[in-house]
T-cell receptor, first 114, second 114 residues
Framework: EPEVTQTPSHQVTQMGQEVILRCVPISNHLYFYWYRQILGQKVEFLVSFYNNEISEKSEIFDDQFSVERPDGSNFTLKIRSTKLEDSAMYFC????????????FGSGTRLTVV | GEDVEQSLFLSVREGDSSVINCTYTDSSSTYLYWYKQEPGAGLQLLTYIFSNMDMKQDQRLTVLLNKKDKHLSLRIADTQTGDSAIYFC??????????????FGKGTHLIIQP
């Protein structure tokens, strides 16, 4: 069964450093998403991406965040200057249609900012 | 704003039925989902229901939707040890169009007793 692949599974970074979280969505999917889950809290929507541009973003997705689809397979989330409160599990997801049947999620990248 | 609430824990005996409950606040929710997360894994879509449906059955899973009370439940028949996981309720509002994000609950930890 096709999978969404995320790398790395765990990343530790110093406060103020830039991090790039990588995702390989399912190959024929057209819609891409990032979500995050701070430990003990809800899974929160960050951003959706379609046709090489951001479709929607939440209040969390401020100027410190950016997304990119640099080639035909990767979808990345960049955090420019990490803060302690950015520590969370970050999930990538993709879907083939706009949203009807839910998404396929990756296993997540656990980001720890120290 | 939108909110989705679930109890944090549910403990059942192996072989019994599990019923996981969820309430949501957004009356314009059009799609409601149940996701399963096993340790170290991503979010796996279990089932979904459109807001114009009251019930959906898929093998051991039964989803009930009470639109008046904004209450969604997931019943797992003949619960097995492999069902042990965190179950997330999520809703989607189609009002804005585009690739809207999901609003998740905090998740219910399903614990199976032998």
């Amino acid at each position: 069964e096709p999978e969404v692949t995320q790398t790395p599974s765990h990343q530790v970074t110093q406060m103020g450093q830039e991090v790039i979280l990588r995702c390989v969505p399912i190959s024929n999917h057209l819609y891409f998403y990032w979500y995050r889950q701070i430990l003990g809290q809800k899974v929160e929507f960050l951003v959706s991406f379609y046709n090489n541009e951001i479709s929607e973003k939440s209040e969390i997705f401020d100027d410190q965040f950016s997304v990119e689809r640099p080639d035909g397979s990767n979808f990345t989330l960049k955090i420019r200057s990490t803060k302690l409160e950015d520590s969370a599990m970050y999930f990538c997801a993709s879907s083939s249609t706009e949203f009807n049947y839910g998404y396929t999620f990756g296993s997540g990248t656990r980001l720890t900012v120290v | 704003g939108e909110d989705v609430e679930q109890s944090l824990f549910l403990s059942v005996r192996e072989g019994d039925s599990s019923v996981i409950n969820c309430t949501y606040t957004d009356s314009s929710s059009t799609y409601l989902y149940w996701y399963k997360q096993e340790p170290g894994a991503g979010l796996q879509l279990l089932t979904y229901i459109f807001s114009n449906m009251d019930m959906k059955q898929d093998q051991r899973l039964t989803v009930l939707l009470n639109k008046k009370d904004k209450h969604l439940s997931l019943r797992i028949a003949d619960t097995q040890t492999g069902d042990s996981a965190i179950y997330f309720c999520a809703e989607r509002n189609r009002s804005g169009g585009g690739a809207d994000g999901l609003t998740f609950g905090k998740g219910t930890h399903l614990i199976i007793q032998p």
